[in-house]
């Protein structure tokens, strides 16, 4: 096991971390106005566009991947890193989306009314007033996208297969290692993966809970 840790390629590790850091970046700017449009809307379409984003929570990965494959083939997309952030942004939508829209939801609509009274439009009320209310929220969508990205697998394999210091990421690397039965190695990447999941987690459940208690005492 010592050798192992030696001789550890975490190369996968930054190329996930990468893919993740900057997928959620795009998904925020992305996603942030959808958001805000799903929680204030009254639309007659807003079930359809909810849906549309929350597919691939429920749609198998190797049905979206197939798509996206498709699709990318017309672009010269796979197998390259840039096609794994766009289908990085396909898969892990729904999870900055609706944390950000459930936030905006539960806002007080008298305070987001003030705003308006005062002359303030629905942009400028989105970032004076809904998001410096809406931290836990935000902080969930942000970590929670993060999170789910690094940890993607059927997608990535689909789009990217496994090059190294190309498209070999985190989750890839353990899949080989277990097909080749290289359990040490494998056992070194899922801990590490495990323990990330984790520390995410407490992360967001703590800040949370303490988010609460301060809302609790005002």
């Known amino acids: 096991m010592l050798e192992t840790l030696k001789t550890l390629d975490l190369t996968p590790f930054l190329l996930s971390f990468k893919l993740a850091g900057i997928t959620t970046i795009i998904l925020f700017l992305l996603s942030l106005p959808l958001a805000w449009y799903l929680s204030q809307t009254k639309s007659k379409v807003k079930p359809f566009i909810e849906a549309i984003t929350a597919l691939?929570?429920?749609?198998?990965?190797?049905?979206?991947?197939?798509?996206i494959l498709v699709v990318f083939?017309?672009?010269?997309?796979?197998?390259?890193?840039?096609?794994?952030?766009?289908a990085s942004c396909f898969y892990s939508l729904p999870f900055m989306v609706q944390p950000l829209q459930g936030g905006f939801e539960s806002l007080n609509k008298n305070m987001?009314?003030?705003?308006?009274?005062?002359?303030?439009?629905?942009?400028?009320?989105?970032f004076r007033v809904a998001l410096p209310n809406s931290k836990p929220a935000l902080l969930t969508a942000l970590i929670i996208t993060f999170a789910h990205?690094?940890?993607?697998?059927?997608?990535?394999?689909?789009?990217?297969?496994?090059?190294?210091n190309e498209t070999k990421?985190?989750?890839?690397?353990?899949?080989e290692m277990v097909e080749i039965m290289d359990y040490s190695t494998a056992h070194i990447y899922s801990a590490i993966m495990l323990l990330i999941s984790f520390v995410v987690l407490?992360?967001?459940?703590?800040?949370?809970?303490?988010?609460?208690?301060i809302g609790g005492f005002n």
């Open 112 to 126: 987001l009314e003030a705003s308006y009274i005062a002359g303030k439009s629905k942009i400028i009320t989105l």
């Open 202 to 213: 407490v992360s967001v459940y703590f800040f949370n809970h303490t988010q609460k208690r």
């Open 149 to 164: 990205t690094v940890g993607e697998f059927g997608v990535i394999l689909m789009i990217g297969g496994s090059i190294p």
């Open 169 to 175: 990421v985190a989750s890839i690397a353990i899949y």
């Open 73 to 86: 083939a017309e672009v010269d997309l796979n197998f390259t890193f840039t096609g794994l952030v766009i």
């Open 56 to 67: 691939p929570i429920v749609l198998p990965p190797s049905v979206l991947g197939f798509y």
